[in-house]
């Protein structure tokens, strides 16, 4: 049973930092691209970044380019993502997800997603 | 960037009536459209896949249909768990992978 736990939200002030932490079981996550995804309160779903199974190739928002890394320790079965120089408009629950294969067509298919972890930017 | 456009913006319904949501990408994402479910304070659940579908343990009252630009979610007979938010996304041209603004699937 895929089970994803993600965790490091909290309230951070504007052009501070925070790291997210997303802890795998249930499948072989050494063997999956992962992402974070994240929804500001009311609206609706928005991609942020994406790793490939090994790490080697990272994509990222234009909204988020620069500031947020994301990131992978397959021996711990984790997912992270170091957010830095936040604003506010950056306010959103964030979900990781797994990539529902290895194909290539399907890198951007979720198909199995954590609970989420509050990030809130403000002063 | 693909442009997905969901209507209606909210549906009424009663429990066993039928639903059809839409979506509408800004241009063509061959069969590469996936449809989500998200209830009041969880994670978006994974409906459809491939434009038609269904995802593990997904019941088969939910059924899509459409490919180009032109997508179609039915819930043939309501059940009062299947009022949510509905979702579409493309993954087709990637990335980003983007979304639906949402459909509100309310209890009429």
Not at chain 1, 10 to 22: A, H
Not at chain 2, 18 to 38: D, F, H, I, K
Request: hydrophobic residues 30%; neutral net charge; aromatic residues 12%.
């Amino acid at each position: 049973q895929v089970h994803l736990v993600e965790s490091g939200g909290g309230v951070v002030q504007p052009g501070g930092s925070l790291r997210l932490s997303c802890v795998a079981s249930g499948f072989s996550f050494r063997t999956y691209g992962m992402h974070w995804l994240r929804q500001a309160p009311g609206k609706g779903l928005e991609w942020v970044a994406f790793t490939r199974f090994d790490g080697s190739n990272k994509y990222y928002a234009d909204s988020v380019m620069g500031r947020l890394t994301i990131s992978r320790d397959n021996s711990r079965n984790t997912l992270y993502l170091e957010m830095s120089s936040l604003r506010d408009e950056d306010t959103a629950v964030y979900y990781c997800a797994k990539a529902s294969s290895g194909y290539s067509s399907s890198w951007y298919l979720f198909d199995y997603w954590g609970q989420g972890t509050l990030v809130t930017v403000s002063s | 960037e693909i442009v997905l456009t969901q209507s209606p913006g909210t549906l009424s319904l009663s429990p066993g009536e039928r639903a059809t949501l839409s979506c509408r990408a800004s241009q063509s994402v061959s069969n590469y459209l996936a449809w989500y479910q998200q209830k009041p304070g969880q994670a978006p659940r994974l409906v459809i896949y491939g434009a038609s579908s269904r995802a593990t343990g997904i019941p088969d009252r939910f059924s899509g249909s459409g490919s180009g630009t032109d997508f179609t979610l039915t819930i043939s007979r309501l059940e009062p768990e299947d009022f949510a938010v509905y979702y579409c996304q493309q993954y087709d041209y990637t990335p980003p992978a983007t979304f639906g603004q949402g459909t509100k699937l309310e209890i009429k």
